[in-house]
Structure formats: structure tokens, C-alpha cells
């Protein structure tokens, strides 16, 4: 899985690594890239909570949600073509940005950062593939059952029970294509 995608790389690399990134904070409801953009490199979540969310027929569809340790923008940045999603803050997000000269750069030189990208983009679309035939099939209810769940193995639980994000009604319905009073 995707965190953390620094482990995978040399000492080396992640001392060149640390002398290039720049560090970028995001308030929550910014977008670390908008779907249909050039991609200009690739951010790391150092630390907040991220929705990844795809707009189709003016409806918002989430795709995932990603923590600390998620690399975002790999596709687009190493497919050659615009973000085929949005990266939206859902809590206040500091995230390391690398261009893509300097992606590539990792890429070519680090074997084992390059088999990493590789195997976790084959994972990713495994997934995709999976969650868009599972939410084809259910119903309003298993859809929030599936979103809450998703959210809760993502992000964890706090002592008390809640989820560490707090959603209205409004946002549930909205990422799982529901209106507010279903």
C-alpha cells in the first residue's frame, strides 16, 4: 500500500530528496490539484487528512481518502497527462511537493523507489476497478455504511469511539451521490 513511500528510498535519495522539496500547507476545502490540471510534481502528506474526488454529470464522487504518508499525483506525473482527479484537503494538510523533473530524476536513479510506483499504481487501479463494481451494486445505505468504514480504517478511531473528521449530513450525501434526506 502506499505509505509510506520514503521507506522505499536510499539513503541517498532521500538526502537529495530533503534538499529539494518544498513544504506546502493547505487549509480545509483547499485543493492540492484540481482534476483536468498539468501535473507539476508529486505531494507527500506529512501530515492532515485528504479526499481524492472525481466530478462526473456535476455530481462529486469520492474515490479515496488518504492520511500521512500518501504520495499523490503519481499517475499524472509519471502517465504523461493531467490529474484525472482532484486532491481536496478535508482537514489542515502540510504536504511535501516535488516537481516532476526531480520525480523523474528518483525515478530513474532508485530502483527501489521506481518498483515501489509501480507495484502501488498497479494496486491502486486493482482497487479502483473493485470499488467502482462494488458501489454500482448497493444501496443508498451500504454506500454511507462503505464511505463511513472506509474513513474509519483510514484514519483510525478516537478513544471515545467518533471518527477523528467530522462530516455533516450535507457531506455524506453529497460523496455518495445521495440527497440529504435519504
Sequence with gaps: NNPNCLVHCSTQTLEQLNTLRLTHSFQVGDYLFHEGTEAEGLFCIKNGKVLIEKTRNQKVHPLRFLKQGYLLGMPAVFGHHKHFHAAKAISQVDACFVSKANAYKLLETDPSFNKYVLLTLMQEMEELESRITRISEQTAE?????????????????????????????????ITNLSDRT
Design 142 to 174: 451500504q454506500r454511507v455504511a462503505e464511505l463511513l468504514l472506509d474513513m474509519q480504517e483510514t484514519y483510525g478511531v478516537e478513544e471515545n469511539g467518533t471518527l477523528p473528521l467530522s462530516v455533516s449530513f450535507k457531506f455524506l450525501a453529497t
